[in-house]
């Protein structure tokens, strides 16, 4: 803390004083160093005798809609409720405000679960409530627009020559030649940090590899599954498959070691999904079928990860009408129903969806909704295109509740839930599955629209004024 206790000094030599004495009180009762730099201020980080590396993964919570006037000898005591605090990081606005969020790493996983169940929608101040949820630190980047003929070892030399902290480069084969990548791939670096400083070299759209111009986004953060509900998973997904190879055939490789123990295949373009009737023999074709050769193909093996947790509902369970707003936004995955929720919640009109289209550059329908809320005046679109019509609506829910500041979609915070990016021209590439996580679709279909719109048939979507919103 600019090695005074008796100033707030910032990283631009700025003397700040929001309840200075506090602050100060706070550091020396707890005995945790304070620092502000790059906008935000750091308390902790480690905290006083920790010994090892950071936390892990799942340790973060992000928290909004704090009040201004709020600082962390407030926060603090609120937070360390949940369990022990390694660093809460609180972003800080040039005049010495807050900027209404923050970021608290827990020493265990445990505790973070336990912030959200106990904070989440808290009310820190008469009228004010906070916002808590999980924090997605991404460390992997989507690299696009590479030569179809570089391999695996010699992107990574490439990356790692223009990047620090690469750990490791996944590159997919194409369906149709597997000696070929399929234009892209996902650099996965050491820490978010070094992901976020390799982004802000590559993104300006004018980097090039191999005398090609890339481009670069953020990899969609894989889908965190809790360890109890991947113990039940009987489902193995299997890519890199030939596009000529068959399901009787995965079957009958897939059942090889113990006949009759698969229950059913589904192959779809170059991957599928195989299913047994119990986990164990799930789990013995993991470790034989993982890097086997089938057609030609070295296939990759992992568990499949649920889409949706479902429980068996048991016999005499009572059943009792819910609205939407008893449900917390961590109970939605869907940005659409998310939407709607908000516009309840702050008595607005339910979002409107108009629909347009345009013909992409490959001659397919690109797909778009512009989203009008009347009670606010307002409407949104996103500055890409899908292909599918449920991707299209639920991309411009997305960009609608972030055009609104609802920082809570599926868990996300503005570090994982990006805003609107520059128009990113694809050309001939097919569009990048931005998602890497197994079995899990992801917006791979978005496409930036440098052409001409034309409305297809706009569509009001609404709930009757008899219909209970719960079954929405």
């Keep these: 803390w600019g090695g005074r206790l008796g100033h707030v000094t910032g990283d631009d030599g700025r003397t700040e004083s929001p309840n200075e004495a506090a602050l100060l009180a706070l550091m020396e009762t707890t005995g945790y160093s304070m620092v502000q730099e790059n906008g935000q201020r750091k308390f902790g980080g480690p905290p006083p005798g920790w010994d090892g590396p950071p936390p892990p993964r799942g340790c973060e919570v992000f928290v909004g809609k704090i009040p201004r006037d709020m600082y962390e000898d407030e926060l603090v005591p609120v937070f360390e409720r949940a369990g022990r605090i390694y660093e809460f990081r609180l972003m800080m606005e040039f005049s010495g405000e807050n900027r209404g969020y923050a970021f608290v790493m827990y020493t265990t996983r445990e505790a973070a679960q336990r912030s959200i169940h106990l904070l989440d929608n808290h009310e820190i101040r008469p009228g ?159 470790h034989l079928m993982n890097g086997a050769l089938i057609d030609g193909a070295t296939i990759e093996v992992t568990l499949a990860k649920p889409v949706r947790c479902v429980y068996p509902i048991f016999a005499g369970s009572s059943l009792s009408p819910t609205s939407l707003l008893s449900l917390k936004p961590g109970q939605f995955s869907s940005a659409v129903t998310l939407l709607e929720y908000y516009c309840y919640k702050n008595s607005w009109a339910l979002p409107e969806y108009y629909l347009y289209s345009t013909p992409g550059q490959d001659g397919k329908l690109m797909l778009i909704y512009k989203v009008v809320i009347s009670s606010t005046r307002s409407s949104f679109m996103p500055d890409k295109v899908c292909t599918v019509l449920e991707d299209a609506k639920e991309l411009a829910a997305q960009n609608a509740l972030w055009n609104l500041d609802c920082s809570f979609l599926n868990g996300s915070s503005p570090g994982s839930l990006s805003p609107p990016l520059p128009p990113v021209s694809y050309g001939s590439l097919s569009p990048p599955p931005v998602s890497n996580s197994p079995g899990l679709l992801s917006y791979g279909c978005t496409r930036a629209f440098p052409y001409p719109l034309s409305p297809t048939t706009p569509q009001r979507l609404y709930i009757p004024p008899n219909q209970n919103p719960a079954f929405f």
């Design 128 to 286: 004010k409530f906070i916002g808590v949820c999980v924090s997605l630190d991404n460390c992997r980047l989507f690299i696009g627009s590479i030569p179809k003929d570089k391999t695996k070892e010699e992107i990574l030399v490439e990356m790692r020559k223009v990047t620090e902290g690469v750990v490791d480069v996944i590159v997919y084969p194409s369906a149709t030649d597997k000696t070929k990548n399929r234009g892209f791939a996902f650099v996965e670096y050491d820490s978010h940090k070094a992901a976020a400083m390799a982004r802000r070299k590559l993104i300006p759209g004018t980097f090039q590899l191999w005398g090609h111009t890339i481009q670069v986004d953020w990899a969609e953060p894989e889908k965190d599954v809790d360890e109890e509900t991947m113990l039940r998973v009987r489902v193995l997904y299997v890519r890199n498959l030939m596009m000529t190879t068959t399901e009787e055939t995965l079957r009958q490789e897939f059942s090889r070691f113990k006949p009759g123990t698969v229950e059913r295949v589904k192959k779809l373009t170059d991957y599928a999904f195989v299913h047994y009737h119990s986990r164990e023999d799930a789990v013995t074709a993991l």
